[in-house]
Antibody, heavy 122, light 107 residues
Framework: QVQLQESGPGLVKPSETLSLTCTVS??????????WSWIRQPPGKGLEWIAF???????NYNLSLKSRLTMSLDTSKSQFSLKLTSVTSADTAVYYC??????????????WGQGTLVTVSS | DIQMTQSPSSLSASIGDRVSITCRAS??????LNWYQQKPGKAPNLLIY???SLQSGVPSRFSGSGSGTDFTLTISSLQPEDFATYYC?????????FGPGTRVDTK
């Protein structure tokens, strides 16, 4: 059974960098079928797709965040990471990592971490 | 970006009711449409992908239909564990946008 677990600071100051890591167990981040994804959800609001990274480090970012965003993959640790720079209160959200699967051309998020709340505040 | 809308934004229903939620895309996405269920404090859970394909382990009372711009998620007989918020997501292009959600609560 694939499991994902987010980790990182729960509080970040405005203008600083938000850094999160997702650890994957029960599956390989090196598989060509999967795209390792980040999604966020501001308190009481809907879901926003942030980005994904594939097995070879290729990335696809939400253009609204692209200038502040970096994703990376560490296959030796079975982890992938998110860095979001110059954060503001608008970046306060529950951040989820998820496994994106491509099957017969269709993409869907089939395994999710439990989510971690990141609050941007001084 | 492709914009996704859902209707209604919320609905009240009783156990055993047939419930339908609509999702509309701002342009054709053929059948690149997923549905997720989210319960309070929990991560979303994939129900349907490719508009009508049931994810493994999801009860058969859930079904999806539609193509192009208009899609429907149907719960044939609402169960107590189905009270939740439901989101559609297009997977046709980046960014993989979600709808705003439909909350299903008890009447």
């Amino acid at each position: 059974q694939v499991q994902l677990q987010e980790s990182g600071p729960g509080l970040v100051k405005p203008s600083e960098t938000l850094s999160l890591t997702c650890t994957v167990s029960g599956g390989s981040v090196s598989s060509e079928s999967y795209y390792w994804s980040w999604i966020r959800q501001p308190p009481g609001k809907g879901l926003e797709w942030i980005a994904f990274i594939n097995h070879s480090g290729g990335t696809n970012y939400n253009l609204s965040l692209k200038s502040r965003l970096t994703m990376s993959l560490d296959t030796s640790k079975s982890q992938f990471s998110l860095k979001l720079t110059s954060v503001t209160s608008a970046d306060t959200a529950v951040y989820y990592c998820a496994r994106g699967t491509f099957s017969s051309g269709f993409f869907y998020l089939d395994y999710w971490g439990q989510g971690t709340l990141v609050t941007v505040s001084s | 970006d492709i914009q996704m809308t859902q209707s209604p934004s919320s609905l009240s229903a009783s156990i055993g009711d047939r419930v339908s939620i609509t999702c509309r895309a701002s342009q054709s996405i053929t059948n690149f449409l997923n549905w997720y269920q989210q319960k309070p404090g929990k991560a979303p859970n994939l129900l349907i992908y490719a508009a009508s394909s049931l994810q493994s382990g999801v009860p058969s009372r859930f079904s999806g239909s539609g193509s192009g711009t208009d899609f429907t998620l149907t719960i044939s007989s609402l169960q107590p564990e189905d009270f939740a918020t439901y989101y559609c997501q297009q997977s046709y292009s980046t960014p993989r946008t979600f709808g705003p959600g439909t909350r299903v609560d008890t009447k």
